[in-house]
């Protein structure tokens, strides 16, 4: 189950978010281009990545910054990037450019912070924008709770595009966080779990104050608790290609 895209597109041209894409493309281009082996990679993620082991010994604490901004391969890369495209713009047109950059680095330091208090001991570098982007997540889910999100659904071959409330969509998928960080012990999963869940869970309480600022209730009540920008209409295309019957 992959989101694909939100029917309700930012009121104003989201800079940040856009900026916060390219910024993350631009640095994964400078190293996977550059660093000439995995052995080389392994070393660059665990000197600029969050290593619990050695930020509990006080060494590398600039990782809990300059991790977000590392993904360990392309595909790793486009997911991130694909969220923060979808769920990012209403949140930054809410908060502002400024309040919004400041949430999502909150976000992602609180992620890192629950992962290391998770596993202490982990040797493993942790890396990805994943944390701070489900703490977005995690804030557009209190604000915005009845937006519609279409998703892509793949059973085996069987695939369909349909739009679900974002609740459902993200309550599952913290779900899964949560379900998962129980289930996989210490460095074995290679998901920083708990980075998720601490993430989404910091976006979440870090909103309520803007929720309350905006109304609480009657800001739910008056936008239905959906962006308050108009819906997007989306076309379905036909496709030209005749269709050829089979012969008797």
Do not use: C
Request: hydrophobic share 50%; no cysteine.
């Amino acid at each position: 189950m992959f989101p694909i895209r939100d029917h309700n597109p930012s009121g104003r041209v989201p800079y940040v978010t856009y900026g916060l894409i390219l910024l993350n493309v631009g640095i994964f281009a400078s190293y996977w281009l550059t660093v000439p082996n995995e052995p080389r990679l392994a070393m660059f993620f665990i000197e600029w990545g969050v290593v619990p082991r050695r930020v509990m010994a006080g060494h590398g604490v600039h990782g809990l910054f300059t991790s977000m901004f590392l993904h360990a391969g392309l595909m790793h890369l486009a997911g991130n990037m694909l969220f923060l495209y979808i769920f990012g713009d209403n949140l930054e047109d809410i908060l502002g450019h400024a309040r919004y950059l400041g949430f999502y680095l909150l976000s992602g330091l609180a992620a890192a912070g629950l992962q290391i208090f998770a596993d202490p001991a982990s040797g493993v570098p942790m890396i990805g924008a994943s944390g701070a982007i489900a703490g977005v997540m995690g804030g557009y889910l209190l604000l915005f709770p009845r937006a519609k999100i279409d998703i892509l659904l793949i059973i085996v071959i069987f695939f369909r595009i349909f739009p679900i409330p974002a609740w459902v969509m993200l309550i599952v998928w913290f779900g899964l966080q949560l379900l998962s960080g129980f289930s996989v012990s210490g460095d074995d999963g290679g998901v920083a779990y708990w980075a998720h869940a601490g993430g989404f869970s910091a976006g979440l309480l870090m909103m309520i104050p803007v929720w309350i600022g905006l109304g609480g209730p009657a800001f739910w009540n008056q936008t239905r608790g959906q962006p308050p920008h108009p819906v997007a209409k989306y076309q379905t295309v036909t496709s030209g290609i005749p269709r050829v019957g089979r012969r008797k």
